[in-house]
């Protein structure tokens, strides 16, 4: 059967607690091709209404791996949060949390019982809560909505564990229900058979029983004798001799000839069907169905699948103006307000600025791993700038063996330069990085032995040229529509060519004001700048992918490029 046939009579996961499969049939239909994955399961619930306008939440039935006392526990713990172990303060997720819950939620309590396995009543702060608003908050931030993994590893016929799809899966029970069944007829064959064999020795002598009874007392050993007289097996002078002699009595005769006519039918038909593998699985079909009507439940399905979005809750984050401080180290701040000096802002010992974004309380800052993945923090949730701030790596969940390498704030639909030390490189936008998962995803391709650089704001308005400047000193100065948009990441395109073994040190989206070199000259390596715009900006440009050009020669690096100044 293919599997669009199988999705018919099985169309996702029955789980005993019941609840709501909120995946879609693709994504049901996806897991069971690969036999891997998961389904995103919520609680099931009902309102009730109450006297006077008043109602309540129930929930009746629970998702895999809930359950009543777990859901209480992670309530207790939204609405009176502990302080998390190296902080000295709840952190901003926390009390945002907080704040949410109790907004909506007065009380709740477990009235399960013999009457009900499940009932958690949930009672709204006041009855002119929304009903949708009460109930996503609890999916969102319990475990009353969840993902519950499928994996189908099985031993299959090789005896080998293996993950399988469905299919196969079912094919491979199917056929092991075949072998089964066909050594069970085979046994009961044998058995048959041998019992047939018994009885005929029987007849053979019951007609000669006086023979018998005279031959067993004047013999030594009768047993050769009975098996030459009246050509016996083994086993059946076997059983002669150890027959009790009202059992050779007539009435046992018939009995006998009635056994022996039953025997042959079954004989008959069991032989008939080993013969057959048609009627074997056919055989095995009637007893799965005959299974089916016996231990089945009564009301078909206990999990109702009903696809739908995953519960989200938007908190409630005041718009205004806020700018995001980045430390050279990692450790990241908001301070409320825009126009500070950035002179001004303190930092540990050995550690300085990195980067400064100017932005709303609403937008997003998004770092950049050392491997290409790329995280979001809420700038809502960042610390204060009262103190130090916090490593970034502490708000997201950064892989191991990798590090941050850059970060950008802004809305979602600031535009962005992204590129990599080997030259590649493409435009996305904040929104495209954006994800809800502390584990971030993954959006730039990294070839072995390079790392992305840091994201470079654009303001499409203005810059209509990328700069890229070279470690060896080379820079090339192209339009900006020779670049490639990736709003789902990836590669991009190549930005300069590169010698062997050269980096990319800087990619820049410019405006006609161009940009400033860094540079150092002399033995002394004293620090030194050149502005390139004008004729000088001119002299560099080329088209995308091309070398580029030495920059003044007298220049030594470390080499290093930004905008001018008002445009940083």
């Excluded at 086993?235 to 009995?255: F, P, S, T, V, Y």
């Excluded at 790392?451 to 203005?462: G, V």
């Amino acid at each position: 059967a293919k599997l669009e046939e199988v999705l018919v009579e099985m169309p996702g996961p029955d789980y005993p607690g019941g609840g709501q499969i909120i995946s879609s049939r693709d994504d049901i239909r996806d897991v069971y091709a690969s036999g891997r994955g998961s389904i995103k399961v919520r609680a099931r619930f009902e309102f009730e209404e109450l006297a006077r306008g008043q109602w309540q939440l129930v929930a009746t039935e629970l998702p895999p791996g809930a359950s009543t006392q777990r859901v209480l526990e992670e309530i207790e713990e939204l609405t009176n949060p502990k302080i998390r172990a190296g902080k000295k303060a709840l952190s901003a997720e926390q009390q945002q949390n907080r704040q949410t819950i109790l907004a909506l939620l007065d009380t709740v309590r477990d009235e399960s019982g013999k009457d009900a396995a499940v009932r958690l009543v949930f009672e709204p702060r006041t009855s002119k809560i929304g009903r949708d608003e009460l109930t996503r908050a609890l999916l969102a931030h319990t475990s009353m909505e969840g993902s519950a993994p499928i994996n189908l590893v099985m031993i299959g016929g090789d005896g080998r564990p293996r993950c399988k799809p469905l299919t196969a899966v079912l094919l491979e029970w199917i056929e092991f229900r075949v072998a089964t069944v066909r050594r069970r007829t085979q046994h009961r064959l044998q058995k048959v058979e041998d019992r047939i064999h018994i009885l005929e020795g029987r007849q053979l002598v019951l007609l000669s029983i006086d023979r018998v009874i005279k031959l067993i007392r004047n013999s030594d050993e009768p047993k050769p004798e009975l098996m030459r007289t009246f050509k016996l097996s083994d086993r059946q002078a076997d059983d002669i001799l150890d027959l009790r002699l009202r059992q050779l009595a007539r009435l046992e005769g018939i009995k006998l000839e009635q056994e022996l006519a039953e025997l042959r039918k079954d004989q008959a038909s069991l032989s008939k069907l080993l013969g057959s593998d048609p009627a074997l699985r056919r055989l095995v079909g009637r007893e799965v169905e005959d299974d089916a009507k016996k231990y089945g439940d009564k009301d078909a399905r206990r999990t109702l699948i009903r696809p739908a979005e995953r519960a989200t809750i938007d908190a409630r984050v005041i718009d205004e103006p806020v700018t995001v401080i980045v430390s050279e180290k990692g450790f990241v701040r908001a301070r409320t307000g825009h126009g500070h000096d950035p002179e001004q802002f303190a930092f540990k010992t050995g550690d300085v600025l990195g980067a400064v974004f100017e932005c709303r309380t609403i937008d997003a800052l998004v770092a950049i791993g050392s491997n290409g993945r790329v995280y979001t923090i809420p700038v809502a949730q960042l610390p204060s700038a009262r103190g130090d701030g916090a490593p970034a790596t502490s708000l997201i969940d950064l892989e191991a063996d990798t590090r941050l390498v850059g970060y950008a704030a802004g809305a979602s639909a600031q535009p962005l330069l992204l590129a990599t030390t080997n030259g590649f490189g493409f435009a996305a936008t904040l929104g495209d990085m954006m994800s809800r998962q502390r584990a971030g995803k993954q959006f730039i391709n990294v070839d072995v032995g390079a790392e992305p650089l840091r994201p470079q704001l654009a303001d499409p308005a203005s810059d209509h040229s990328i700069a890229c400047l070279s470690e060896h000193g080379r820079v090339l100065v192209f339009d900006a529509a020779e670049l490639k948009a990736l709003s789902g990441g990836g590669r991009g395109v190549t930005l300069i060519d590169l010698d062997e073994g050269e980096k990319l040190i800087v990619a820049l989206p410019v405006s006609d004001r161009g940009a400033v070199v860094t540079a150092t000259r002399g033995s002394a390596g004293k620090p030194a700048e050149l502005r390139l715009s004008g004729t000088v900006l001119t002299s560099q440009r080329g088209h995308r992918g091309r070398k580029g050009k030495r920059i003044d020669s007298k220049l030594k690096p470390p080499f290093g490029m930004l905008k001018p100044k008002g445009e940083q």
